[in-house]
């Protein structure tokens, strides 16, 4: 049964239907919310901006990233702002974590 199946494989059989799960919500929660920042085919600020104008809701689409009254670097994109050395660090940390609690549970 499962149990004689290495870790890997069951560990992608149940990451596979995550994976859908997780490509359905960015449209779900992009499409609910109403900050700019939580739809990644909308413009948002990149990296540190204090500019209020550039922090707005829908409903006062006037002080978002996509006006002429923001002044910091806009972008929009599943991966906008991942250059940081710390993003990618904590991706691995992140999977090795998950992955070794597998394989210590399985144990």
Sequence with gaps: GE???????Q??????GSIFTSIAMFWVQGSLSERPKDAFWRDRPLGMC????????????????SREFCSCEC?????????SVLV???????????WLKGEVTKQ
């Design 3 to 9: 149990e004689r199946q290495p870790f890997y494989i």
């Design 11 to 16: 560990k992608v059989a149940l990451d596979m």
């Design 50 to 65: 204090e500019d209020p104008h550039c922090w707005g809701t829908l409903r006062d689409i006037n002080n978002t990233c």
């Design 75 to 83: 972008g929009h994109g599943v991966f906008v702002n991942w250059d």
């Design 88 to 98: 990618w660090i904590t991706l691995a940390v992140i999977t090795a974590r998950v």
